[in-house]
């Protein structure tokens, strides 16, 4: 499909072709794995530049002095099908990889918003009742339809800020009938949009098993998980570690049993408590460990000889006011650092890539390099696709981002308008990638 600046989307197939001339500066960072280090910050430009997609894959991606001599340039200006989009000078990225959301639920939760300015915590709020567990009554109630009609609404605002993939979180029933519904929600997205699914049962102590968090956990393990990897809904599984929901040797033995279970393993780790989730996380050879605003120097040593990359969350920081993971540290240690955007309706109730990409650059300290690096290839390595998404390179997925910016600082410099000019999402069926 392809968005525009005026919010109009074409849906096509994987047979259409493009051809985006008159590039003003390409940037991209390379490669098919996620980038650490002094290797974060280093990433492709070209001025003056050309992308040429077919069948969905990029097939030329460089100068448009090289590209008069490429026999897939000279092919594509000659077949009648190819759409030519013309960028007037403008930048061009990979499109965005949002790789940590929870976009699948029932309502939203502003009737928080009164207690939240007043000082009620995060977790004070769950304990009364609230958060996590008032969206599980809602999400539990709303229809199939209606839920997937509102997930589809939000998919399509994302792809109108430049996100082209997205990592959908279930989380918000707590019960196997409405896990497998948002789910299976999430798998029927993936026939229109790139999406990849991580089944989140251990999100929160449902009401049901209230002072019964071992048989909740009893309950994922013998239950819920086999089910959810017998109907392979999910390509990854997450948990809650934090104080008051999942400690660590509840969160070892259900990602241990999702390991068993082909799944991949991510963890929500010391976001409010630094509990040792990042140590659990690097233990586990995890994809990501997620949040991290307050993990120890011994939980981020083990993440850099393990190579887990930290999923990193300013918006939620920012919402929560809770401060900002220390994302120069980890860089300095070796660690890929991704961000992502964390859209849910409690602690970041914004699905804006770009506004993530501000709070990366003047918050986690991030330079723009980096930045991008860590919401393209890094994100795409996160969730398991660095292999076709997340830069602009011969035989990877024509995801593609025009900004009405003429650089790179220009996009991060500005913020709380959207600056995406026209982007190119790659439909795939098969979650994502």
């Not at 499109?95 to 502003?110: I, N, P, W």
């Not at 996380?281 to 120097?297: G, K, M, P, R, V």
Request: charged share 20%; proline share 3%.
């Amino acid at each position: 499909m392809i968005i525009t600046g005026k919010c109009w989307k074409i849906i096509c197939s994987d047979a259409m072709d493009y051809l985006i001339k008159n590039i003003g500066l390409l940037a991209t960072p390379e490669g098919d794995m996620a980038k650490s280090g002094e290797a974060q910050n280093k990433i492709r430009t070209i001025k003056n530049a050309i992308v040429a997609t077919k069948n969905g894959k990029i097939t030329y991606a460089g100068s448009m002095k090289g590209a008069s001599d490429s026999p897939e340039i000279i092919s594509a200006m000659d077949q009648e099908s190819v759409i030519e989009i013309d960028a007037g000078g403008r930048l061009v990225t990979p499109g965005l990889v949002d790789a940590h959301t929870h976009l699948v639920f029932g309502g939203f939760r502003q009737h928080e918003f009164d207690a939240k300015i007043a000082g009620a915590s995060y977790l004070d709020i769950l304990k009364a009742g609230g958060g996590i567990l008032s969206t599980v009554e809602a999400t539990r109630a709303v229809s199939y339809d209606d839920l997937y009609a509102k997930s589809a609404e939000f998919l399509n605002k994302m792809l109108a800020y430049g996100t082209t993939t997205v990592e959908i979180k279930s989380g918000y029933g707590l019960d196997l009938e409405t896990e497998l519904k948002q789910l299976q929600i999430i798998h029927d997205l993936s026939k229109n949009y790139s999406v990849v699914p991580t089944f989140l049962g251990a999100h929160a102590i449902p009401k049901e098993y209230k002072d019964n968090t071992e048989g909740y956990v009893d309950h994922l393990i013998n239950e819920m998980l086999p089910t959810v990897a017998s109907r392979k809904l999910a390509r990854y599984c997450d948990i809650f570690c934090e104080d008051s929901v999942f400690d660590i040797k509840q969160s070892r033995r259900v990602l241990e049993e999702a390991k068993k279970l082909g799944m991949g393993i991510k963890i929500h780790a010391d976001e409010i408590v630094p509990i040792g989730g990042a140590g659990l996380a690097a233990e586990l050879n995890a994809i990501s460990a997620d949040h991290l605003l307050q993990a120890d120097d011994l939980g981020l040593n083990a993440m850099a000889k393990s190579g887990t990359i930290a999923v990193l969350l300013p918006a939620t920081g920012f919402y929560l006011d809770k401060g900002y993971a220390k994302a120069r540290k980890m860089i300095e240690k070796g660690i890929p650092v991704a961000v992502a955007s964390d859209f849910n309706p409690g602690s970041s109730p914004s699905y804006n890539m770009q506004f993530v990409l501000n709070l990366a650059c003047l918050k986690l300290k991030l330079t723009p390099s980096e930045a991008l690096t860590a919401a393209t290839l890094n994100a795409a390595a996160a969730i398991g696709c660095a292999e076709s998404k997340g830069s602009l390179e011969v035989g990877k997925d024509g995801d593609i981002a025009i900004w009405d910016c003429p650089d790179l600082n220009f996009l991060f410099y500005r913020y709380g308008n959207n600056q995406a000019y026209k982007v190119i999402g790659h439909e795939n069926r098969m979650d994502g990638c």
